[in-house]
């Protein structure tokens, strides 16, 4: 599944190019950006970048690493003694595929065999990472206390303060995240997460309901960024602000300007966002007739998630506007159908069961299944995650009692009955967490469902639309989007028993 999965430590990236859990854009690192580093560090030997080779990404990798950990513990250590470098790459191997105890026990080994060797910021920043990672944020917040404190000079050092302010927002205290964010301005002021910080500091000041602070670090992050995405996303931060406070005027100036600005991929939004925000607004302050016309400008077709959600709204502003609703999903269902060998309903019979089980639909599995592995049952993704819906490890412990299995092997991940019945019950939660707003499963399913949590309340308007415009990762975002659009095309082929309608 497919989880944070895509920002955490996977198998071709070095470990010491964490990806951001706050905001996901990776950063090249350079120890010579960091200023007002503590002047009593400790001094570390050099450590080269590690990435794993290619064979340590397969199974046989974990399974040869397992053999051999299995029999140095037979022989009475409980971790055998490795030079650093090997350290580093078993652990890596474990990560990768969510074997997460398995990962720490080498890091803390290397921590407390080589205390001054390069990798041993690398190692406490895996070892908070992974607990980060299984939602242990009170066990992860000193691990990144301690390693932003005393290894600051280091890029995984810089990453450990950073991840502070990421673990203090997911313990439900954005102040504070926020605190750490300017901090982390001020003191590493061309650091490698600075753009990410500026904008962090503005979406934690939101979540900490003070939207009037925030304002003051838009405007900072602005002309610190002038002609850069973050410039344009910071921007954003403003239009979303203003549609959250019902701050209707200024959310139209905001959406206006974004309409003539260029929008890079880093800005997190499309044109066909800002255009749907706009419709929203000049809806929400009465101005009906202007709305319609905005509504009918945002072009809609079989992958366009806003154009969809415009049809959605045109449908409650009246008679005539419901009826051009009626002909652009006509048109949109003729569109589908000619690509109906597009969308299959492998595996029927088990999605059948299984989503009646969780009282879900089926088609909606289908739509998260054609995302996560294209409907191959022996899909297994860089950071360990297997089959049909690309569930994990972790995962399978947590959900295999509730449909009565017992023993899920790795390898059982990859059997269609396991993956499906295990990815119904997660899904089955997260709709519980989340009824009536697949955009907010779907979001959960790819970047954490403690993230969305925070975006629907961000969003305080109950549109959908509006909802997926907080959805902060730009990956997670474009997934959204592909899932609905699946979603979409599913409900107009079949039925909900996932009978054909053709």
């Known amino acids: 599944m497919a989880l944070f999965i895509q920002q955490v430590l996977v198998c071709a990236a070095s470990l010491l190019l964490a990806l951001s859990c706050a905001r996901v854009e990776p950063a090249a690192h350079d120890a010579n950006n960091a200023v007002g580093d503590s002047p009593d560090a400790p001094s570390l030997s050099a450590a080269e970048p590690f990435a794993l080779a290619p064979e340590d990404q397969t199974e046989d990798a ?4 397992r053999r051999a950990d299995e029999e140095a513990r037979a022989g009475g250590n409980a971790v055998a003694q490795l030079t650093p470098a090997e350290h580093m790459r078993r652990a890596a191997i474990y990560q990768a595929n969510r074997a997460f105890e398995e990962a720490r026990a080498h890091w803390r080994a290397l921590i407390e065999r080589y205390p001054t060797d390069g990798n041993v910021p690398a190692a406490y920043f895996g070892i908070g990472r992974t607990l980060f990672q299984e939602r242990r944020y009170e066990e992860a917040l000193p691990v990144f206390q301690q390693l932003g ?8 050092g810089r990453d450990g303060f950073y991840y502070v302010a990421a673990t203090l927002l997911r313990l439900s205290r954005p102040g504070d995240a926020a605190a750490r964010y300017a901090e982390y301005v001020e003191r590493f002021p061309n650091g490698e ?13 939101r979540e900490a309901g003070r939207p009037d602070d925030a304002l003051p670090w838009i405007d900072r992050t602005r002309a610190r960024f002038k002609g850069t995405a973050s410039d344009v996303a910071a921007l954003f931060a403003r239009l979303r602000l203003d549609v959250g406070r019902s701050d209707w005027a200024s959310a ?5 300007e974004l309409g003539r600005t260029t929008l890079p991929k880093a800005s997190n939004t499309t044109p066909a966002e800002v255009a749907y925000l706009r419709a929203f607004s000049l809806e929400m302050s009465g101005r009906k007739d202007e709305a319609v016309k905005a509504y009918l400008g945002i072009a809609d077709s079989a992958g366009s998630y806003y154009g969809w959600m415009a049809n959605s709204r045109l449908q409650k502003l009246g008679s005539e506007a ?15 159908k000619r690509a109906a060998g597009d969308f299959p309903a492998p595996f029927a019979d088990v999605l059948v069961r299984a989503s009646k089980q969780q009282k879900i639909d089926p088609r909606f599995v289908l739509s998260i299944m054609r995302q996560e592995s294209g409907y191959r049952p022996r899909a297994k993704s860089a950071a360990g995650a297997r089959g049909l819906l690309q569930m994990t490890p972790d995962q399978a412990a947590k959900y295999a009692p509730a449909v009565k299995l017992q023993n899920v092997t790795e390898d059982d991940l990859f059997k269609p009955e ?11 939660e997260l709709f519980r967490m989340f009824p009536n707003l697949p955009e907010a499963v779907a979001a959960s399913y790819n970047g954490g469902e403690d993230n969305v949590a925070r975006w629907v309340v961000r969003a305080v308007h109950k549109d959908p639309g509006v909802f997926t415009s907080e959805v902060g990762f730009n990956e997670s975002k474009d997934y959204v989007n592909r899932v609905m659009a699946n979603y979409r095309a599913y409900k107009i082929l079949y039925t909900e028993d996932l009978k054909s309608r053709r």
């Open 193 to 205: 997460r600075i753009e990410n910080a500026y904008l962090n500091i503005i979406d934690s000041l």
């Open 149 to 156: 404190d005393k290894y600051s000079t280091t890029p995984a």
């Open 62 to 65: 974990l399974n040869n690493v």
């Open 252 to 256: 139209l100036s905001t959406s206006d």
């Open 418 to 428: 396991v993956n499906i019945l295990l990815g119904g019950a997660y899904l089955g």
């Open 322 to 336: 419901k009826a051009a609703a009626a002909a652009r999903e006509a048109r949109v269902a003729a569109e589908v």
